[in-house]
């Protein structure tokens, strides 16, 4: 079992930056891919970031060059770092942990940007 929590949401102002975590309890973290994703209200949850247990990364177009996604294996958590913030990024932020037919949420994580 797995279970996955995320921290690091909150409130800025547009154009700030914020880093989301996610840190991941269970066994075998390094060779899960982990993605985060996003649902604003009203909108179906998009995938806004992802990387692979090799490292590869892939982002929807709306966040490239604004936001990078990491993971740290000593530790088992996953990152999310997000600079230059707009409002349409106000969401709830999912983290997300697959392998296989494996496939785990966490609770998700509030991120309003706004002035």
């Known amino acids: 079992q797995v279970q996955l929590v995320e921290s690091g949401g909150g409130l800025v102002q547009p154009g700030g930056s914020l880093r989301l975590s996610c840190a991941f309890f269970?066994?075998?973290?390094?060779?899960?891919?982990m993605g985060w994703y996003r649902q604003a209200p009203g909108k179906q949850r998009e995938l806004v970031a992802r990387i692979t247990s090799g490292g590869i990364t892939n982002y929807v177009d709306s966040v490239k060059g604004r936001f990078t996604i990491s993971r740290d294996n000593a530790k088992n958590t996953v990152y999310l770092q997000m600079n230059s913030l707009k409002p349409e990024d106000t969401a709830v932020y999912y983290c997300?942990?697959?392998?296989?037919?494996?496939?785990?949420w966490g609770q998700g994580t509030q991120v309003t940007v706004s002035s």
């Open positions: 997300n942990a697959a392998r296989l037919a494996l496939l785990y």
């Open positions: 269970g066994s075998a973290f390094a060779t899960y891919s």
